[in-house]
């Protein structure tokens, strides 16, 4: 008789549970009211137009036209989705809620032919929409561009119902999940999609993938012949802020570019992206800790853990160069433990803290919370403007 060696020898094969997929932060989605999509389905995706046309969309439809600029980007995307606003939907925002809770990868938002009051209601609720959404539109409402003239008043006595000078509404609004990009050709009405094809096309976390928008070439995309005075007072320059709009013009006769790749309130779109990504995956990280772990204890050395994942998180975007050493001067950051304070340098860009186990209320303890955690990044930020003096001696 063969008897087992488990009796001796007792081995428990413990496979750890995977962890949560990252969201890519590389998806957008354009809105439209194409017919295509029809039945239970909300939202398609799809990695290239032609895909688009064996579906049944035309050449001439709008998602057509968005998806050719949003695959031309110089670094071209991976993936499109494609959301329907129905008749029977009640508003915009409610084709908006809908289409996320169909899908929930595409991070930014694409409104095609979207007015300027549809524009601002998508805005407000890109504000608190869950998970992280960011709003990309195009106007091509000309007071953009210029001095303001006109009111929500005088528009609404001469029997006009949209907003005016939706730049400076957002602006005044403090949105910073909202890209606004001007143009005046009728056949770029959805331009925004192709600076949305550069971002989600860059942003895949690779080593130094880190990016801006500002002065990118845009394919397909006509330039405005805006006067000086008029992108300054849309995109701002290195002197003044502008309304925080984007604009798309020719330079020395030969660039084309995008001025200044800025949201809403100012904020460069890489800043928001890239802060989105980093909350997401220290939060992803801490979740895997806790739902791959026995236990974290609620000690210490319990709460080194959570940091370790959290120094790991931030060590990604290190490697991506949006993290860099730097001084610190962010103001005061104080645990029981130690201080941050405005001129230490950072050497690897970021520090993590925490108040000690010790520090905590037997209340808090009780109810099995870790004590109070600070983050602090300093970012690598970017040059988007030089000045250079040449001194010359005969």
């Not at 939202?43 to 137009?49: F, G, I, L, W």
């Not at 925080?244 to 995008?258: S, W």
Request: some cysteine; aromatic content about 8%.
């Amino acid at each position: 008789m063969k008897l087992d060696l488990k009796e001796i020898i007792d081995i428990q094969v413990n496979l750890s549970a995977r962890s949560a997929a990252r969201r890519g932060f590389n998806v957008a989605l354009i809105l439209g009211k194409s017919k295509v999509i029809t039945g239970g389905d909300r939202v398609r995706v799809y990695t290239s137009p032609t895909q688009m046309i064996s579906d049944g969309f035309t050449k001439d439809s709008a998602e057509y036209k968005a998806a050719q600029l949003y695959f031309s980007a110089t670094s071209s995307p991976r993936k499109l989705a494609v959301g329907v606003r129905y008749d029977t939907d009640a508003d915009i925002v409610a084709s908006a809620e809908a289409c996320r809770g169909a899908n929930g990868e595409w991070y930014v938002l694409i409104p095609l032919g979207a007015t300027n009051k549809e524009i601002q209601d998508l805005a407000a609720w890109a504000e608190t929409a869950t998970p992280d959404t960011l709003l990309a539109y195009t106007t091509s409402d000309v007071y953009s561009t210029k001095a303001p003239t006109n009111t929500d008043a005088d528009a609404e006595a001469a029997g006009e119902t949209d907003i005016r000078e939706i730049f400076k509404k957002l602006k005044d609004k403090g949105y910073r999940r909202s890209f606004g990009q001007f143009t005046t050709h009728p056949d770029n009405p959805d331009a925004v999609a192709a600076t949305m094809g550069y971002a989600m096309g860059q942003n895949r976390g690779l080593s130094n993938s880190a990016f801006t928008l500002a002065y990118k070439h845009l394919p397909g995309v006509e330039v405005d012949n805006l006067s000086e005075t008029e992108v300054q007072y849309a995109a701002g320059d290195s002197e003044t802020t502008g309304m925080n709009g984007n604009v798309y013009v020719r330079r020395a006769d030969y660039y084309d570019v995008l001025q200044q790749g800025l949201m809403a309130d100012g904020t460069h779109f890489d800043e928001v992206v890239n802060l989105d990504m980093l909350k997401n995956e220290i939060m992803l990280s801490i979740m895997d800790l806790l739902y791959q772990t026995p236990k974290v204890p609620g000690t210490d050395p319990g709460v080194a853990m959570i940091i370790n994942k959290i120094n790991t998180a931030c060590e990604k975007f290190v490697k991506t160069g949006f993290i860099a050493p730097g001084v610190w001067n962010g103001g005061t950051v104080e645990t029981d433990t130690e201080t941050l304070t405005d001129g230490t340098t950072l050497p690897n860009g970021y520090i993590v803290m925490a108040d000690s186990v010790d520090s905590q209320s037997q209340a808090d303890r009780d109810a099995r919370k870790a004590p109070p955690i600070y983050v602090c990044v300093k970012t690598a930020g970017a040059v988007e403007f030089v000045t250079i003096a040449v001194n010359v001696n005969r």
